[in-house]
Structure formats: C-alpha cells, structure tokens
C-alpha cells in the first residue's frame, strides 16, 4: 500500500501512504499505517490515519487497537488514562496492561505480572519491543527479590537488543543480579566477564538514565 503521490502528502521526508487516500483502505491497514507512522517518529500523522477511523464502525479488536495506538500518540499520565479504559478490551487487555507497567517500571514502581504474560507471546513481544521489555522485567524482578530470576531476564534482554548500549545495560544488569544471588552469570562463561559488584552499583545510575533517555 505505499506509493508515491503527486499530491497529499502531508510530510515531505515521508515517501508512502498518501493520506487523503486512507478511506479506501480497510481498518487493519489503517492500523498499520498509523502504527508504522509512530515508529517512524510522525506522531500528527499518526493521529491523522486514526481520524478516519473514528467516521467508521470498528469491530472490538480495531477500537481496541486504536485505543493502545491514541495512548502511544500522547504519552504520559493521559497514555496511563487511555490504557486502562482500553485493558477493559479483552482483544487488548494483556498489551494495555503490559504498556502500563512499563511505563510504571521506568518510574520505579513495578508490577511483574503484565510483563511476565506478555512475554508470553513473541507477536506482543514485539510489538512493545523485546528487549525493552525484557529489561525492564529484569530491572522488577531484581527490586522485587528474585535476583536469580532478575539475572536469566537481564542476559535474554541483552540477546534481545541491538542498541550497543542498551544492550551493555542489560548485561549489568544480569551480572550484578548474579552477583547479588551467588549464581553463575548467565550465558558461556568464557563469553561472561562482568564487572564486580561494587562497580556495577557505580555506573548503574548512568546507565539507566541513558536507557530511559531512548525510551523518551
């Protein structure tokens, strides 16, 4: 569904869906535009595909779907409001959940559960993204006691990640909660040379604010 038009495109850095064409496209495609619109940093048009879908019918799982989309658009506390009416969706419930207690992870406050089912699904893994996700499930299980558990969380989000030091985040994070269990770092030990402890503590700081800067 992406062509170059000759008019109607509202951003000229964006060769694709000309966006006065979008009623002819059905609700999963629209969808789907406004989701690739966001991942390519266009919140307005993003905004501007889910307005024709407010002249339409939309069966559970679009309403529900858009709901997740409108709360990604606005962010913050009105993203909170936005997810937790969506959550009534049974279509989108665990993915409304899920986005919440991300957003509650990066403050501090954890809620595991959500997180923990959705892992459960590679499709809703990436969808919130795998290895944010997987991090921030690590970072709760260590908050909440479950060192050895924090450490298995924190490697598979360092596999997980492509951003270097995202990734080097991670695998902190999984090493100091080995550290902190008495366990084997995850992973071939000859691959595994984490920092001591007390090190790990000193950049941890750093490192998580640079790992939340690129969730902003």
């Known amino acids: 569904f992406f062509f170059q038009a000759e008019d109607g495109i509202r951003d000229y850095k964006v060769t694709g869906v000309q966006t006065c064409a979008l009623p002819i496209y059905d609700q999963r495609t629209i969808?789907?535009?406004?989701?690739?619109?966001?991942?390519?940093?266009?919140?307005?048009?993003?905004?501007?595909?889910?307005?024709?879908?407010?002249?339409?019918?939309?069966?559970?799982?679009?309403?529900?779907?858009?709901?997740?989309?409108?709360?990604?658009?606005?962010?913050?506390?009105?993203?909170?409001?936005?997810?937790?009416?969506?959550?009534?969706?049974?279509?989108?419930?665990k993915e409304a959940l899920a986005r919440i207690a991300m957003m509650d992870a990066l403050e501090g406050r954890c809620s595991v559960d959500p997180m923990a089912e959705a892992l459960e699904s590679p499709e809703l893994s990436q969808r919130l993204g795998e290895?944010?996700?997987?991090?921030?499930?690590?970072?709760?299980?260590?908050?909440?006691?479950?060192?050895?558990?924090?450490?298995?969380?924190?490697?598979?989000?360092?596999?997980?990640?492509?951003?270097?030091?995202?990734r080097r985040y991670a695998g902190?994070?999984?090493?100091?909660?080995?550290?902190?269990?008495?366990?084997?770092p995850p992973g071939d030990p000859a691959e595994v040379d984490p920092p001591d402890i007390w090190t790990l503590l000193s950049r941890e700081e750093?490192?998580?604010?640079?790992?939340?800067?690129?969730?902003?």
């Open 172 to 184: 902190w994070l999984s090493a100091r909660a080995a550290e902190q269990a008495q366990v084997p």
């Open 131 to 166: 290895g944010v996700l997987r991090t921030l499930y690590a970072r709760c299980l260590g908050q909440g006691g479950n060192a050895e558990g924090s450490a298995v969380a924190g490697f598979n989000a360092a596999q997980s990640l492509q951003d270097p030091g995202s």
């Open 31 to 93: 969808l789907e535009i406004a989701d690739l619109y966001l991942e390519m940093g266009h919140p307005d048009l993003a905004r501007d595909a889910l307005e024709v879908l407010r002249t339409r019918s939309l069966t559970a799982e679009s309403q529900g779907r858009m709901q997740v989309l409108e709360g990604r658009i606005v962010g913050g506390e009105e993203a909170r409001k936005i997810w937790l009416e969506a959550s009534k969706n049974p279509a989108v419930t």
């Open 206 to 216: 750093k490192q998580q604010g640079e790992f939340s800067e690129k969730l902003a």
